[in-house]
C-alpha cells in the first residue's frame, strides 16, 4: 500500500466477501479480519490479490515471552537509496531552472540528461502502482503523482523536440506567476524531478516516522528472556534451553540480574523483582514463595526458583503485545470518515485537472499556463496525510501508553474518554489495598502497646487466617523477630491461644489469648471500657478489631482494616481537576465506605455502600439513565458485568483476567494514578487525531484552489504535498513526550503553575 486510498480499496474488497468484517491499517500494514467459517485465510489472500496488491498471513506466535514477533521487511533502505540517487540528479537541474546565470548554451539537455532516470527510475514505484490501479479500474494518490510527473516530463521532451525549447541559447526564468503563451518553449524538467524527490523524501520520512512510532511496541516485544535454566527430574541440576522449549509446569532458576523467563509461581527463594519495563512502577516488589511473578521482569535480588504457570502467547507481556498491535490497527470514527473521503477523492482531483486545463485553454492563457497549473492540481491534492492522520497518532499514543502500563483496546475507546463525566470506583482493590494490614495498636492503662502488639504477633503468626497474618506481618515489621510459640490452639469462631516463650532464653512464658472479647471473656479477662469504646471505634471506622490479654487480663487490641493505598486520594484530585466527578461503589456496610470515601476526598453522597456483586451493574445503568456518561474502574470478577456495561470500563491490571477482558483499558500497575494517565493520554491523543485530520483537510481546502488558479509551481506543490504527511507524522510523535500527571501538594501557586504548563 502506497496511501489511504490503497487501504481503503483493499477493506471495500474484503468487506465484499460475505461474512467478513475488515479493517485496513495504511499505517500499520495489516488487516484485522472477522470472517465466516467457510472462508479460510487463503481466501482473504486472494482476495486481496484481487484487487492488485500482496498479503501474506502473520506467523503464529513464538514462545519467546509470547510475542510471536516476525522479522519485519525494511522498506526505508531501498527508499533511502532511490531517494539519495534521485537527489543528487535533481538538484542541478532545479538550479539550473532557478537560477538563469546558470543557464548555459543547450543547458536544457543536460537537464534532460539528469531528470529521466528521477522521473522514470526514481518515480518507478508511483508507475508501477498507477498501473496495477488501472488495470483494476482504480486510482489512487500514485495515480495523481504518475500523471503528473509523466506529464511534465512528456511535454518538456515534446518542447524540445518539436518546439521552440531545444534551440541553443534558451533561457527560462523561474516565475511563479501565469503568463500568456503557447507552451512550446517551456520545460518542466525541475517541476518533473523535482515532485520526485520531495514525494520520495516525504515518502522515506513517513517511513522512519513509522517505525519511530511503533517502536514502543517493538521494544516492549522484545522484552522478553532468551534462554532459561530448566532445573531436571533431581531438583537441583539445570539445564539451560531456548525460551521456546519451556511448557507449564517446568521449574526454572532465575538468577539476580535475570530476565524471568515467564509467568509463574515462586516455589523457592525470596527477592525484589524489578518490573519497571513492563508496568512503569519503579520500586521493585519483595517476593517469596508463593508469590506470582511476571516473564520480562527482572530479578533484583536473591535466587529464585519459579514454576511455569503460562508461556507462549499466554503470558502477561504476549497479552499486553496484542492489546496495544489490536488497538493499532483499528479506526476511529473520524478515521473512517477520512477514509471514505479519500475514496472518491482520486477520481475527482483527476476530474478537476481535466477541468483546470480546459478552463485555462478556453481562456486563451496558453498552454503552457494551463498544463502548469493542470500538473499542480495532480500533484498538490495528495490525500496520503487523511490516511496517516488516525494510524500514527494511534501508534505512537498506545506504544507510550504501554510504556507507561496503559493498554488500550482500541481507537473508539479514544472517543469515549472525551465523553466521560463521571467514574465509578471499586473500593476493594481500586481504591484500597485489598488486603489486610496493621492499623493501630491500643493498650490499656498501664500496658505498652509493643508488648501487647508482640504477643499477638507471636500467636497470630501460627495461625493461616487473613487477619492472623496482617497481624503478625505488621508486628515482624515494627519490631523484628518474634517469640517462640508453644501448645498453640485454634478456637474455631472466636481466636487463637497459646503459650509465649520470651525472655533471653525463653525463660518467660505467658499464656496468651487472641480473638473476639468473648474468648478473653471466657477466661475471665474482660476488656475495660476505655478498650471497648476504642473497639467500637475501630469497627466504625472500617477496622477489624481483635483483643489481646494474658495473664488474666485484657491488655489491649489489634486494628487491622484494608489500607486505604497511599495515592488514592491524589488521584482523586487528579480526577476532579480533569472535570469527572469520582463515586466510590462497594460491598461493604455504609460506614466502612463513608470513612474510606472521606479520607480519599469523595462526597458522601456519591458513595454506594452494601451493592451486591450482581446489583453493580445497575448501579452504572442507572447513572447512565441520569443521563451520565460513565467509567468504571475495578479489578474483581464481581466488576466484569459492571466494567462492560460502563462507557469506558478501566481494569487494573492486579486484577483478574475476567476483569482485563471486560474492559477497555487496562492498568498494568495497581495504582489509581495510572487512571487518570491513561485517561489524559487518550484525550490527547484523540486530540492529536482531530488535529492532524483538520490540518490534512485546511491543505487540500486551501491548495487546490490555489493550483487550479495557477498560482502553485508544481514542484512546490510537491514540496507542499510531501511536507503534510511529514507534519502529520512529526504531530504524532509529539505524543512519545507525554509525562504522568504531576503530584503538586506542597507546591506553590507558581510551581503547581510551571508543572501544568
Same mark, same amino acid.
Request: proline share 4%.
Given at each position: 500500500?502506497?496511501?489511504?486510498?490503497?487501504?481503503?480499496?483493499?477493506?471495500?474488497?474484503?468487506?465484499? !466477501?460475505?461474512?467478513?468484517?475488515?479493517?485496513?491499517?495504511?499505517?500499520?500494514?495489516?488487516?484485522?479480519?472477522?470472517?465466516?467459517?467457510?472462508?479460510?485465510?487463503?481466501?482473504?489472500?486472494?482476495?486481496?490479490?484481487?484487487?492488485?496488491?500482496?498479503?501474506?498471513?502473520?506467523?503464529?506466535?513464538?514462545?519467546?515471552?509470547?510475542?510471536?514477533?516476525?522479522?519485519?521487511?525494511?522498506?526505508?533502505?531501498?527508499?533511502?537509496?532511490?531517494? !539519495?540517487?534521485?537527489?543528487?540528479?535533481?538538484?542541478?537541474?532545479?538550479?539550473?531552472?532557478?537560477?538563469?546565470?546558470?543557464?548555459?548554451?543547450?543547458?536544457?539537455?543536460?537537464?534532460?540528461?539528469?531528470?529521466?532516470?528521477?522521473?522514470?527510475?526514481?518515480?518507478?514505484?508511483?508507475?508501477?502502482?498507477?498501473?496495477?490501479?488501472?488495470?483494476?479500474?482504480?486510482?489512487?494518490?500514485?495515480?495523481?503523482?504518475?500523471?503528473?510527473?509523466? /506529464?511534465?516530463?512528456?511535454?518538456?521532451?515534446?518542447?524540445?523536440?518539436?518546439?521552440?525549447?531545444?534551440?541553443?541559447?534558451?533561457?527560462?526564468?523561474?516565475?511563479?506567476?501565469?503568463?500568456?503563451?503557447?507552451?512550446?518553449?517551456?520545460?518542466?524538467?525541475?517541476?518533473?524531478?523535482?515532485?520526485?524527490?520531495?514525494?520520495?523524501?516525504?515518502?522515506?520520512?513517513?517511513?522512519? %516516522?513509522?517505525?519511530?512510532?511503533?517502536?514502543?511496541? @517493538?521494544?516492549?516485544?522484545?522484552?522478553?528472556?532468551?534462554?532459561?535454566?530448566?532445573?531436571?527430574?533431581?531438583?537441583?541440576?539445570?539445564?539451560?534451553?531456548? &525460551?521456546?522449549?519451556?511448557?507449564?509446569?517446568?521449574?526454572?532458576?532465575?538468577?539476580?540480574?535475570?530476565?524471568?523467563?515467564?509467568?509463574?509461581?515462586?516455589?523457592? *527463594?525470596?527477592?525484589? &523483582?524489578?518490573?519497571?519495563?513492563?508496568?512503569?512502577? %519503579? #520500586?521493585?516488589?519483595?517476593?517469596?514463595?508463593?508469590?506470582?511473578?511476571?516473564?520480562?521482569?527482572?530479578?533484583?535480588?536473591?535466587?529464585?526458583?519459579?514454576?511455569?504457570?503460562?508461556?507462549?502467547?499466554?503470558?502477561?507481556?504476549?497479552?499486553?503485545?496484542? !492489546?496495544?498491535?489490536?488497538?493499532?490497527?483499528?479506526?476511529?470514527?473520524?478515521?473512517?470518515?477520512?477514509?471514505?473521503?479519500?475514496?472518491?477523492?482520486?477520481?475527482?482531483?483527476?476530474?478537476?485537472?481535466?477541468?483546470?486545463?480546459?478552463?485555462?485553454?478556453?481562456?486563451?492563457?496558453?498552454?503552457?499556463?494551463?498544463?502548469?497549473?493542470?500538473? /499542480?492540481?495532480?500533484?498538490?491534492?495528495?490525500?496520503?496525510?487523511?490516511?496517516?492522520?488516525?494510524?500514527?497518532?494511534?501508534?505512537?499514543?498506545?506504544?507510550?501508553? /504501554?510504556?507507561?502500563?496503559?493498554?488500550?483496546?482500541?481507537?473508539?475507546?479514544?472517543? %469515549?474518554?472525551?465523553?466521560?463525566?463521571?467514574?465509578?470506583?471499586?473500593?476493594?482493590?481500586?481504591?484500597?489495598?485489598?488486603?489486610?494490614?496493621?492499623?493501630?495498636?491500643?493498650?490499656?492503662?498501664?500496658?505498652?502497646?509493643?508488648? #501487647?502488639?508482640?504477643?499477638?504477633?507471636?500467636?497470630?503468626?501460627?495461625?493461616?487466617?487473613?487477619?492472623?497474618?496482617?497481624?503478625?506481618?505488621?508486628?515482624?515489621?515494627?519490631?523484628?523477630?518474634?517469640?517462640?510459640?508453644?501448645?498453640?490452639?485454634?478456637?474455631?469462631?472466636? *481466636?487463637?491461644?497459646?503459650?509465649?516463650?520470651?525472655?533471653?532464653?525463653?525463660?518467660?512464658?505467658?499464656?496468651?489469648?487472641?480473638?473476639?472479647?468473648?474468648?478473653?471473656?471466657?477466661?475471665?479477662?474482660?476488656?475495660?471500657?476505655?478498650?471497648?469504646?476504642?473497639?467500637?471505634?475501630?469497627?466504625?471506622?472500617?477496622?477489624? +478489631?481483635?483483643?489481646?490479654?494474658?495473664?488474666?487480663?485484657?491488655?489491649?487490641?489489634?486494628?487491622?482494616?484494608?489500607?486505604?493505598? %497511599?495515592?488514592?486520594?491524589?488521584?482523586?484530585?487528579?480526577?476532579?481537576?480533569?472535570?469527572?466527578?469520582?463515586?466510590?461503589?462497594?460491598?461493604?456496610?455504609?460506614?466502612? +465506605?463513608?470513612?474510606?470515601?472521606?479520607?480519599?476526598?469523595?462526597?458522601?453522597?456519591?458513595?454506594?455502600?452494601?451493592?451486591?456483586?450482581?446489583?453493580?451493574?445497575?448501579?452504572?445503568?442507572?447513572?447512565? +439513565?441520569?443521563? @451520565?456518561?460513565?467509567?468504571?474502574?475495578?479489578?474483581?470478577?464481581?466488576? /466484569?458485568? +459492571?466494567?462492560?456495561?460502563?462507557?469506558?470500563?478501566?481494569?487494573?491490571?492486579?486484577?483478574?483476567?475476567?476483569?482485563?477482558?471486560?474492559?477497555?483499558?487496562?492498568?498494568? @500497575?495497581?495504582?489509581?494514578?495510572?487512571?487518570?494517565?491513561?485517561?489524559?493520554?487518550?484525550?490527547?491523543?484523540?486530540?492529536?487525531?482531530?488535529?492532524?485530520?483538520?490540518?490534512?483537510?485546511?491543505?487540500?481546502?486551501?491548495?487546490?484552489?490555489?493550483?487550479?488558479?495557477?498560482?502553485?509551481?508544481?514542484? !512546490?506543490?510537491?514540496?507542499?504535498?510531501?511536507?503534510?504527511?511529514?507534519?502529520?507524522?512529526?504531530?504524532?510523535?509529539?505524543?512519545?513526550?507525554?509525562?504522568?500527571?504531576?503530584?503538586?501538594?506542597?507546591?506553590?501557586?507558581?510551581?503547581?503553575?510551571?508543572?501544568?504548563?
Amino acid at each position: 500500500m502506497t496511501c489511504a486510498s490503497c487501504a481503503n480499496r483493499i477493506e471495500r474488497k474484503l468487506n465484499k !466477501l460475505e461474512g467478513v468484517t475488515a479493517t485496513v491499517n495504511y499505517a500499520t500494514e495489516k488487516a484485522k479480519v472477522t470472517y465466516a467459517d467457510d472462508l479460510t485465510p487463503e481466501d482473504l489472500v486472494a482476495a486481496v490479490e484481487q484487487a492488485g496488491y500482496g498479503a501474506t498471513v502473520p506467523q503464529p506466535a513464538k514462545a519467546d515471552a509470547g510475542t510471536g514477533a516476525p522479522a519485519e521487511p525494511d522498506p526505508v533502505a531501498p527508499l533511502r537509496q532511490r531517494l !539519495l540517487v534521485s537527489a543528487a540528479l535533481t538538484v542541478p537541474v532545479i538550479a539550473m531552472a532557478m537560477v538563469p546565470a546558470l543557464q548555459f548554451t543547450n543547458w536544457q539537455w543536460l537537464s534532460l540528461t539528469l531528470a529521466a532516470p528521477v522521473v522514470v527510475w526514481g518515480a518507478w514505484p508511483f508507475h508501477k502502482a498507477a498501473w496495477t490501479n488501472l488495470r483494476h479500474g482504480t486510482s489512487t494518490m500514485d495515480t495523481l503523482i504518475s500523471l503528473g510527473t509523466l /506529464a511534465a516530463l512528456g511535454w518538456s521532451v515534446y518542447a524540445l523536440f518539436w518546439g521552440t525549447a531545444g534551440i541553443a541559447g534558451m533561457t527560462h526564468p523561474f516565475e511563479l506567476t501565469i503568463e500568456r503563451s503557447d507552451g512550446s518553449g517551456n520545460i518542466y524538467f525541475e517541476a518533473a524531478a523535482g515532485v520526485t524527490t520531495f514525494i520520495l523524501a516525504g515518502r522515506y520520512f513517513e517511513q522512519r %516516522s513509522k517505525r519511530r512510532a511503533g517502536a514502543a511496541l @517493538r521494544a516492549l516485544m522484545e522484552l522478553g528472556a532468551k534462554d532459561v535454566a530448566v532445573l531436571g527430574p533431581d531438583g537441583v541440576t539445570a539445564t539451560r534451553i531456548p &525460551v521456546e522449549d519451556l511448557t507449564v509446569g517446568d521449574s526454572f532458576v532465575v538468577r539476580p540480574g535475570e530476565k524471568i523467563a515467564t509467568d509463574g509461581v515462586i516455589e523457592r *527463594g525470596t527477592s525484589a &523483582v524489578d518490573a519497571s519495563m513492563l508496568t512503569g512502577e %519503579s #520500586v521493585p516488589v519483595e517476593v517469596g514463595p508463593g508469590d506470582t511473578v511476571v516473564g520480562a521482569t527482572v530479578n533484583a535480588g536473591g535466587r529464585l526458583v519459579v514454576r511455569a504457570t503460562r508461556v507462549g502467547g499466554d503470558t502477561q507481556l504476549a497479552q499486553m503485545a496484542r !492489546l496495544v498491535e489490536d488497538a493499532q490497527n483499528g479506526k476511529a470514527e473520524v478515521q473512517r470518515l477520512a477514509d471514505q473521503i479519500s475514496g472518491f477523492f482520486v477520481p475527482i482531483v483527476i476530474l478537476l485537472a481535466v477541468g483546470t486545463l480546459g478552463f485555462w485553454l478556453g481562456t486563451d492563457s496558453g498552454l503552457g499556463a494551463a498544463f502548469t497549473a493542470a500538473v /499542480a492540481v495532480l500533484i498538490i491534492a495528495c490525500p496520503c496525510a487523511l490516511g496517516l492522520a488516525t494510524p500514527t497518532a494511534l501508534m505512537v499514543g498506545t506504544g507510550r501508553g /504501554a510504556q507507561l502500563g496503559i493498554l488500550i483496546k482500541g481507537p473508539e475507546v479514544l472517543e %469515549s474518554t472525551r465523553r466521560v463525566d463521571t467514574v465509578v470506583l471499586d473500593k476493594t482493590g481500586t481504591v484500597t489495598t485489598g488486603q489486610m494490614t496493621l492499623r493501630d495498636v491500643i493498650a490499656a492503662d498501664g500496658e505498652d502497646p509493643d508488648e #501487647v502488639l508482640r504477643y499477638a504477633g507471636a500467636l497470630e503468626d501460627a495461625s493461616e487466617h487473613p487477619i492472623a497474618q496482617a497481624i503478625a506481618t505488621g508486628a515482624r515489621e515494627r519490631l523484628g523477630d518474634l517469640p517462640t510459640v508453644e501448645d498453640f490452639t485454634n478456637v474455631e469462631g472466636l *481466636g487463637v491461644q497459646g503459650v509465649v516463650l520470651d525472655g533471653v532464653d525463653g525463660d518467660t512464658s505467658r499464656a496468651v489469648l487472641v480473638g473476639r472479647p468473648r474468648l478473653l471473656a471466657e477466661w475471665s479477662q474482660h476488656l475495660t471500657s476505655e478498650l471497648e469504646e476504642a473497639m467500637a471505634r475501630a469497627q466504625e471506622t472500617g477496622g477489624t +478489631a481483635v483483643a489481646v490479654g494474658w495473664d488474666g487480663k485484657a491488655r489491649g487490641i489489634v486494628v487491622v482494616a484494608d489500607a486505604i493505598k %497511599s495515592t488514592s486520594a491524589t488521584a482523586i484530585t487528579q480526577l476532579r481537576e480533569l472535570g469527572l466527578r469520582p463515586m466510590l461503589l462497594t460491598g461493604d456496610n455504609a460506614v466502612v +465506605a463513608r470513612s474510606v470515601a472521606a479520607e480519599v476526598g469523595i462526597d458522601e453522597a456519591d458513595v454506594f455502600a452494601d451493592v451486591l456483586p450482581a446489583d453493580k451493574v445497575d448501579v452504572v445503568k442507572r447513572l447512565q +439513565a441520569e443521563g @451520565r456518561v460513565v467509567a468504571m474502574v475495578g479489578d474483581g470478577v464481581n466488576d /466484569a458485568a +459492571a466494567l462492560a456495561q460502563a462507557d469506558l470500563g478501566l481494569a487494573m491490571g492486579t486484577g483478574t483476567d475476567v476483569a482485563i477482558e471486560a474492559s477497555d483499558l487496562t492498568l498494568v @500497575r495497581g495504582d489509581l494514578r495510572v487512571a487518570v494517565d491513561a485517561i489524559r493520554l487518550s484525550r490527547r491523543t484523540l486530540t492529536t487525531i482531530k488535529g492532524n485530520l483538520f490540518w490534512a483537510f485546511a491543505y487540500n481546502v486551501a491548495a487546490l484552489p490555489l493550483a487550479a488558479a495557477g498560482l502553485l509551481n508544481p514542484m !512546490l506543490a510537491g514540496a507542499a504535498m510531501a511536507f503534510s504527511s511529514v507534519f502529520v507524522v512529526s504531530n504524532s510523535l509529539r505524543l512519545r513526550s507525554f509525562r504522568s500527571a504531576p503530584t503538586s501538594h506542597g507546591l506553590s501557586a507558581i510551581d503547581r503553575g510551571r508543572q501544568q504548563t
